[in-house]
Nanobody
């Protein structure tokens, strides 16, 4: 099972980025996929989760970020708008086989390698 995250980069405050995370593995079709992030010098924190069509966001992401899923591609996306310097972090995608709208990273068995998002003027 592999999760491949992409789409990170540098953007100015107020800008947008879209992250992608593709899950692969012969029999792997995750029911739940999520995004977490780790700002410099801080702990990993929850951003958003998609599980069977249900979504849930951290307060910091509500109204600015949108998580979506393409089941045909086993890919989850995170559209990030109105980015702020505080959004600077390494963003990780995570997955689990079962349905669960969870913000607890310990409940996710599969993790991608991370993609860096830098928001700076």
């Amino acid at each position: 099972v592999q999760l491949q995250a992409s789409g990170g980069g540098s953007v100015q405050p107020g800008g947008s980025l879209r992250l992608s995370c593709a899950a692969s593995g012969r029999t792997f079709s995750p029911a739940t996929m999520a995004w977490f992030r780790q700002p410099p010098g801080q702990e990993r924190e929850f951003v958003a989760v998609w599980s069977g069509g249900t979504t849930y966001y951290a307060d910091s992401a509500k109204g600015r970020f949108t998580i979506s899923n393409d089941n045909t591609k086993n890919t989850v996306y995170l559209q990030m708008n109105s980015l702020k310097p505080d959004d600077t972090a390494v963003y990780y995608c995570a997955a689990r086989r079962y349905y669960s709208v969870s913000s607890n990273p310990n409940e996710y068995a599969y993790w991608g390698q991370g993609t860096l998002v830098t928001v700076s003027s």
